[in-house]
């Protein structure tokens, strides 16, 4: 658990440092609230082994692109299906 933790950190870390310009916000704060909550949830259920093997492995990662979706304020499968829930001020 300690190196999913420091992978993150540093992920977390690497992209907020190094934002692309191309990356405009398309995510509202009620959305990244939410990915964070599910995050954290998930880690939770992984840290006092509900969740094992494959699963385990796959909902982290999922976790993880959450977190990092989240401090960017991007995600770009909403850039796919043409959603943004960010409030841009005109």
Do not use: E, Q, W
Not at 11 to 30: D, Q, W, Y
Request: hydrophobic fraction near 55%; charge should be positive.
């Amino acid at each position: 658990m300690d190196k999913v933790l420091m992978i993150s950190f540093f992920l977390v870390t690497c992209v907020k440092n190094h934002k692309l310009s191309i990356m405009k916000k398309n995510m509202g704060g009620a959305d990244r609230t939410i990915r964070v909550i599910l995050a954290l949830g998930v880690g939770a259920l992984y840290y006092f082994n509900v969740i094992t093997g494959t699963l385990a492995y796959i909902l982290l990662a999922l976790a993880v692109i959450f977190v990092l979706t989240s401090f960017v304020s991007f995600c770009p499968l909403y850039t796919l299906f043409g959603i943004n829930t960010c409030k841009v001020k005109n």
